[in-house]
C-alpha cells in the first residue's frame, strides 16, 4: 500500500481563517495607531517619538501581514488539488489526532483515507481543520482528489454509500508498510484465483471470503 502525503480538506478551515483574520487585526490597528503616531511626530518634530512610530508601524504591520499570508495560503492550500486532481472515492479507515493544528486547545482531525489507484489500495492523510470526529465517522465513504501525491477532501462528499471492494479497503490485516510482495493464491470457498500480500489477508471479490496468507505464501487456516 502506498501512502499519499498529507493534503488541506478544504479552503477555509478554522485554524487558517482565525491566522488570516487576526494577521489583518494586526496590520490595521499597526497602521491606525502606528501611523497615527507617526503623523503626529512628525507634526510635532519630535524625532524620538517618530523613531517609535516607525518602529511600531513597522513590527504590527509586519507580523500582521505574515500571518494573514500563512492563513491565506492555508485556506487556499487545496484549491489546485480540488480543481485539478484526480477523483476516488474511499473509505475512511481511521482519523488521527493533529496536535500541531489546535481548535480551543483540542486537536484537530487528520483522516486516514484509503481508495483504490490503479487496482491498488492507497492511504491519505488529510487535515480536515475539524475537531468533531463524529462528522467524519468511520467506515463512511469519502470523495477525493489527488495532485502530485497530495490529497484533498471534497467539501460535502462524506456519506454512507457502498463502493467496490469496500471491505479490503476496510481490512486491518492490510499494513501500509509492508506491500512489497504478493503471492497468488486459490479462495478457499470458490477457487478464484486472487492476490494477497505475504503476511496479509484480502477479500475475495467473487465470494466475500476473507483469505489470508502467511508470510512464507501459505494459505492461513
Do not use: W
Not at 5 to 31: C, D, E, H, Q, W
Not at 101 to 112: A, D, E, F, K, S
Amino acid at each position: 500500500m502506498q501512502s499519499t502525503r498529507v493534503g488541506v480538506s478544504g479552503a477555509g478551515t478554522s485554524p487558517n481563517k482565525i491566522m488570516f483574520y487576526l494577521g489583518l487585526l494586526f496590520v490595521v490597528l499597526g497602521a491606525i495607531i502606528g501611523g497615527g503616531g507617526l503623523l503626529g511626530a512628525i507634526v510635532t518634530g519630535e524625532l524620538g517619538a517618530v523613531l517609535f512610530g516607525v518602529i511600531f508601524l513597522a513590527t504590527f504591520c509586519g507580523v500582521g501581514g505574515l500571518f494573514a499570508k500563512l492563513g491565506y495560503d492555508g485556506m487556499h492550500a487545496s484549491d489546485d488539488v480540488l480543481a485539478e486532481g484526480a477523483a476516488y472515492l474511499g473509505k475512511i479507515f481511521d482519523y488521527e489526532p493533529d496536535y500541531q493544528v489546535l481548535m480551543n486547545g483540542q486537536p484537530c482531525i487528520t483522516l486516514v483515507v484509503r481508495y483504490f489507484m490503479n487496482g491498488q489500495i492507497r492511504e491519505a492523510r488529510v487535515n480536515t481543520g475539524d475537531v468533531n470526529a463524529a462528522r467524519y465517522p468511520r467506515g463512511a465513504t469519502v470523495g477525493i482528489k489527488v495532485l502530485n501525491d497530495v490529497a484533498a477532501i471534497v467539501p460535502g462528499s462524506v456519506s454512507n454509500i457502498s463502493i467496490e471492494r469496500e471491505n479490503d479497503l476496510m481490512n486491518p490485516d492490510f499494513d501500509p508498510s509492508g506491500m512489497a510482495s504478493s503471492v497468488g493464491v486459490s479462495c478457499p470457498s470458490c477457487g478464484a484465483n486472487i492476490v494477497v500480500p505475504l503476511g496479509m489477508s484480502r477479500f475475495c471479490p467473487y465470494c466475500d471470503t476473507k483469505v489470508s496468507v502467511n508470510p512464507d505464501g501459505t494459505l492461513r487456516a
